[in-house]
């Protein structure tokens, strides 16, 4: 199976600054179609996980663009400029190339 | 507005099985995978499998083929789980989630299942 490994295991922010996280897969995640086929997901506290991130770079419905992905076949960055309090949570990447679908072990955010 | 709505939380003997339920409303689950992760207290989210309510084919992780069962009842549109030969290690929160316009992009709110004698 594809294994996903997030970095880092935590980020503290400053409000309105920017934060950045990795997540790597062990296989190529990009498709013959061209479609690059890693996911972002937000799970805050007490919540479901709500998609981010779809396709690598597509900014999912209802998720302000301050939010960003971005990556090459393996090694993908999820970008957050202007850190809101809102933020804080657990992201992990999830790959949705091939079964069984896998997930990091997520990164923290949480507010300086 | 779509919304999933899970069934609550249950509590099971070891050996037994419990059922879990997913209503979906505001879509047709004809038209769309539903998908169920689990989440092992404090832990990450990991894949159980997915049917397709259209036709019931399922697609399952080698760790759970002999754990879940997925179905799903189109005229209710409501998906179901069920968990047999239950242990310890099942202690988790379970997921389900349907594909809009991506995979995973609308989730129910999560059921707990616990596990004790």
């Known amino acids: 199976e594809i294994v996903m490994t997030q970095a880092p295991l935590s980020v503290s922010v400053t409000p309105g600054e920017s934060a950045s996280m990795s997540c790597r897969s062990s296989?190529?995640?990009?498709?013959?179609?061209?479609?690059?086929?890693v996911y972002w997901y937000l799970q805050k506290p007490g919540k479901s996980p709500q998609l981010l991130i779809y396709?690598?770079?597509n900014l999912a419905s209802g998720v302000p663009d301050r939010f960003s992905g971005s990556g090459s076949e393996t090694d993908f960055t999820l970008k957050i400029s202007r850190v809101e309090a809102e933020d804080v949570g657990n992201y992990y990447c999830?790959?949705?190339?091939?079964?069984?679908?896998?997930f990091g072990s997520g990164t923290k955010l949480e507010i300086k | 507005e779509v919304q999933l709505q899970q069934s609550g939380a249950e509590l099971g003997k070891p050996g037994t099985s419990v059922k879990l339920s997913c209503k979906v409303s505001?879509?047709?689950?004809?038209?769309?995978?539903m998908y169920w992760v689990n989440q092992r207290p404090g832990k990450g989210l990991e894949w159980i499998g997915r049917?397709?309510?259209?036709?019931?084919?399922?697609i399952y992780a080698e760790k759970f083929k002999t754990k879940a069962t997925l179905t799903a009842d189109t005229s209710s549109n409501t998906a179901y789980m069920q968990l047999s030969q239950l242990k310890s290690d099942d202690t988790a929160i379970y997921f389900c989630?349907?594909?809009?316009?991506?995979?995973?992009?609308?989730w129910g709110q999560g059921v707990m299942v616990t596990v004790s004698s």
């Open positions: 989630a349907i594909e809009l316009g991506a995979p995973f992009d609308y």
């Open positions: 505001g879509y047709n689950i004809r038209n769309t995978y």
């Open positions: 049917i397709d309510p259209a036709n019931g084919n399922t």
């Open positions: 296989k190529s995640l990009l498709y013959s179609n061209g479609i690059t086929y």
């Open positions: 396709r690598m770079s």
């Open positions: 999830g790959q949705l190339l091939e079964n069984p679908l896998t």
